[in-house]
């Protein structure tokens, strides 16, 4: 497998800033208990590397959370990214959230993709698609993505329980704006000519129910977090369909360095979405050690199970060192697919590590994934789940 060698050569650089006007110490677990840090925390760090996937490439990350009195578990939260790449990759990101918006008790979040993938996959529909490595080589799978989305979410706190429990509403409004372009007439993306190829665009308004007892939203270690929405997408644009997610996450403390996380997610579409909206299995938030978008269908059935645990610290616990062990399982349901729902699961497993950089907020990780298809290695900031 010549593009999992390659992409085992992959690096990157962390240079983390930091900038603050207060600060008290305190641990990620004491954070939502403990209002004693106020304050501007700055991270950022460049990045850069290659892989067979993106060639040479580079760019950079930025954070910057501030910290109010009383006011948890952040007053905001700014994240944006940017890469670029030799294979003509230019991808950049942008997220804003305030915890209360106009000075109301009303959570807002913003979010913004920006996008030219010139190699991405498209592996067809359904749980069973054929994979070849050679053919993966020869760029059998490619297409041309551009997508612009922006979406976004407010909250309001209905009710409260327990330490850390709270009951929330919310809704959402994104548009999405996706140009899909074959890479050639010898390519899998050319002869199916999906849903939803060429220049097109969907709206989407949405409503859901979001119950939350974590005991931090950064590093949780204890407590749940339901999440059950529905959206539709009205026939404004290009496409009319709806959805449903259900995403259920379920966080254990057994023994004061480990903790057990747990996710399972549902998600389905009702009427004609196009490809590049169906849910898909197989990259870094599920399913990991599969090509990126391996499957897509319909419907989509994940789970997620991680063993994490912080090894050791420096500095004051400034600079913290974790690792994850980890297994993710699911499929997607398709015409072409049998609707049993224990059948042909697809399995991955994998080791990551996690460091704590400064701010208990602020985390970086990096997983590698192992199916029986290919090894991936994945780089972010944040746990995964």
Known sequence: ??????????????????????????SAQDEPINPDRIGSYYSAFPLGGYSSDW???????????????????????????????????????????????????????????????????YFGIGNNTEFD??????????????????????RKRIAEYGTHGKVDLYG??????????????????????????SKSRVGKVGAGLM????????????GIQYDIGFNIAPALFDFSYSEAIIDLRHYINPFSTVIFAHRFKYEEIFGDAPFWALPVIGNEMGLRGFHLNRFRGGRTILQMAEIRSWLFS????????????????????????????????????????????FSPDFILRTDIGFSNESIRIYFGSGFVF
């Not at 140009?179 to 190829?197: A, I, V």
């Not at 119950?211 to 204890?222: G, K, L, V």
Request: net charge negative; aromatic share 16%; charged share 20%.
């Open 55 to 121: 060639g040479f490439y580079g760019g950079g990350y930025l954070q910057r959370i501030d910290y109010g009195l009383d006011v948890r578990p952040f007053v905001n939260n700014f994240k944006v990214d940017f890469v670029v790449s030799t294979k003509g990759y230019i991808v950049s990101q942008a997220e804003y959230e305030r915890t209360q918006t106009f000075g109301l008790n009303f959570r807002s979040r913003i979010e913004f993709i920006g996008q030219r993938i010139s190699e991405g996959h």
């Open 211 to 222: 119950i939350d007892s974590r005991d931090s939203e950064f590093t949780p270690s204890s």
């Open 1 to 26: 497998m010549k593009s999992t060698a390659l992409l085992l050569l992959s690096i990157f650089v962390y240079v983390p800033l930091l900038a603050q006007t207060h600060s008290t110490e305190s």
């Open 314 to 357: 420096v500095w004051n616990d400034e600079i913290r060192v974790g690792a994850q062990l980890f297994w993710d399982s699911g499929r997607v349901f398709s015409n072409h697919d049998s609707n049993a729902f224990f059948d042909q699961w697809k399995h991955t497993f994998g080791i990551g590590t996690a460091i704590n950089l």
């Open 172 to 197: 959402t409004t994104s548009i999405w704006q996706v140009n899909s372009m074959s890479n050639g007439s010898e390519t899998l993306f050319d002869s199916e000519r999906p849903t939803g190829t």
């Open 133 to 154: 490595d050679e053919q993966f080589e020869h760029g059998y799978y490619y297409y041309e993505n551009r997508e612009f989305f922006l979406k976004y979410i407010g």
